[in-house]
């Protein structure tokens, strides 16, 4: 599809997904009501329910799902591997592990947020420090030792959650499987995605280098241990401010930039506004599934990701077309 007419219908996605959020729940209005709560004439409790609490979730769930689209575009060229995704360097487990401390120590709202972006900022160091060698870092290092740290992170969680107390289990559990239930609305997450989504697609010239090799890149004088170093720390403060916002929620980072390499090829200066506009619109959707799939009870958001995500994927893995960088 022409870049002309994705953006645009990508947009208009997105907007219909946000009002979708707001209308739909288990106290649905009619779209006369919504619109009195807009001019200000609706009963105050239709107006707190639409905008303290439903747009507020569907803001949230958009900036997440386009922090986690646009962390795995620039995971996949930074490791120039098309399974890459966002937690995939550990960065999420060392955030999951300080967050999931706070929650044993009884700890609570920001403290919680805070701890989850100290890990993950923890995590990022030790995978640096950990993959430096002689040379620099290059992908195949960065992703053995993200492996091996995530890996120890899991095995972290698995002992915090076997020996926690069990009052806090359903709360760490929703934690980790990814959850916009309490998660409270802020400007932070709005500016991380739209500096490091404008700066993305400005620098997409040298994402298109990047992506066919060190060779090519080479020859056309981008400097690789810059580069990865600032794509590295880009992926790593998009995850991490995701991972503040909504907790673990998997796929999303993975799929969506399969989806818009299909849809629109592989220049990234489409490929980076189509797949945030992409991300925040199926997250939005897959929040609202869980609002009301099994309404009053609310369902973990990255459940349902990881549900759709991987026959999806599955379906993309069997398409003979071949997806490139």
Known sequence: ????????????????????????????FTFSEAWRAVSGT?????????????LPRALNAFCTGGLLALAGVLMQVLLRNPLADPYVLGISGGAAVAALGAMLLGLGGFV?????GAGALGATLL?????????????????LTGVVVASGCAAAVSLMLALGDESRLRGMLFWLMGDLSFARFSLFPVAVLLLFGIAATAGARSLNVLARGEIESQSLGVSL????????????ALTATAVMTAGGIGFIGLVTPHLTRLAAGSNHRVVVPASVLLGGTL???????????????????????????????????RRERRVTF
């Open 283 to 317: 997250l939005t959707l897959a929040d609202t599934l869980a609002r009301v799939a099994a309404a009053p009870r609310q369902l973990p958001v990255g459940a349902l990701t990881a549900l759709i995500g991987v026959p999806l994927f599955l379906m993309l893995m």
């Open 225 to 236: 241990a810059g580069a990865r170093v600032a794509l590295f720390l880009a992926t790593a």
């Open 42 to 54: 609706a009963d105050p409790l239709i107006r707190e329910v639409l905008f303290g609490l439903r």
């Open 112 to 116: 919680i947020d805070a701890a989850a």
């Open 127 to 143: 995978v640096f420090a950990l993959a430096h060698a002689r040379g620099g870092w290059t992908p195949q290092r960065l992703l």
């Open 1 to 28: 599809m022409k870049p002309s007419r994705l953006l645009p219908a990508l947009a208009l996605s997105a907007v219909a997904s946000v009002i979708l959020a707001v209308s739909v729940g288990s106290a649905p």
